[in-house]
């Protein structure tokens, strides 16, 4: 158990819908990160969040959003779905504060997104 | 563009053998490098780490090695074990204020009783 938690495990929806993913970081990590992870395909780094501010974007579309709560949870927002959406999402956290860093991430279970 | 590669997309090896799982990379910014296991319906695991100030990093049976010159490293594995069996991931950092990972795609591997 990584300490990261997210819901939901599994999620089915249609084309054109807007769904929201959710995250919980381990206790104490200011930093979480989402990763899409397709058929096929490596993780493909979405966004970053530190202490509720944006810290690095990655190939994030346009239809998609990220924030942190003052909690440190976050949300990763996926509008006007599309069936290449479809994917397993990752959210992972780590300390990651300046001089802290070691690369170490703890990654979710993940979401998995199927688009009809 | 694919800045971590890792071209092998399976290797298997019998129990007990060496197994070593390649990944080469394109960005000399990077400086920082990790090894990931995932088996399946889980998260990626942290596996083990490796500085480009070194070359060599061990852990247990885990052994990372890193060529800078040639941007190839190499997690060996001795002696290999059934429950090793799962998704290895080379990933990569360039440090610094950016906090990113670029992951590989992965190689199955496999190891045989």
């Known amino acids: 158990d990584s300490g990261v938690t997210q819901t939901p495990k599994h999620l089915i929806t249609a084309t054109g819908q807007r769904v929201t993913l959710r995250c919980s970081p381990r206790?104490?990590?200011?930093?979480v990160y989402w990763y899409q992870q397709s058929l096929d395909q490596g993780l493909q780094f979405l966004i970053q969040?530190?202490?509720?501010?944006?810290?690095a974007k990655g190939n994030i579309l346009e239809r998609f959003s990220a924030q942190q709560f003052p909690d440190l949870h976050s949300e990763l927002n996926l509008s006007s779905l599309e069936l290449g959406d479809s994917a397993l999402y990752f959210c992972?956290?780590?300390?990651?504060?300046?001089?802290?860093?070691?690369?170490?991430?703890?990654f979710g279970e993940g979401s998995r997104l199927t688009v009809l | 563009d694919q800045q971590v590669k890792q071209n092998s997309p399976s290797l298997s090896v019998q129990e007990g053998r060496i197994s070593i799982l390649n990944c080469d990379y394109t960005n000399s910014m990077f400086d920082y490098f990790l090894w990931y296991k995932k088996y399946p319906a889980e998260g990626p695991t942290f596996l083990i780490s490796i500085s480009s100030i070194k070359d060599k990093n061990e852990d247990g049976r885990f052994t990372v090695f890193l060529n800078k010159s040639a941007k190839h490293l190499s997690l060996h594995i001795v002696p290999s074990q059934p429950g090793d069996s799962a998704v290895y991931f080379c990933a990569a950092s360039s440090g610094g204020s950016n906090y990113k990972l670029t992951f590989g795609k992965g190689t199955l591997l496999t190891v045989n009783p």
């Open positions: 969040y530190y202490n509720g501010e944006e810290r």
């Open positions: 206790s104490g990590d200011l930093s």
């Open positions: 992972a956290s780590s300390v990651a504060s300046a001089g802290l860093y070691t690369g170490e991430l703890f």
